[in-house]
């Protein structure tokens, strides 16, 4: 098999989707730089990383309203 033939490791699906797993955004550089995706599915790709960041970010930041509402409803509850 020839070097040429054989597709980079960070370019393959499964590392896609590991670095979106644990970096988010940060990895759609390795999406724009991978020379097997068309513009149109870079694009797609992109604004779905995106929308899913704000997603999972506001469910976090939601989580953690209530949390904080829950402890201090526990802690007027002691004291």
Do not use: H
């Amino acid at each position: 098999m020839d070097k040429k033939d054989q597709k980079r490791w960070y370019f393959k699906t499964w590392a896609l989707v590991i670095s979106f797993l644990s970096i988010g955004p940060f990895m759609l550089p390795l999406v724009w730089a991978n020379p097997d995706f068309n513009k149109k599915k870079k694009i797609i790709i992109s604004a779905a990383v995106i929308i899913l960041s704000f997603l999972l970010a506001f469910i976090f930041f939601s989580a953690l309203k209530l949390l904080n509402n829950y402890y201090q409803l526990l802690q007027n509850e002691i004291f």
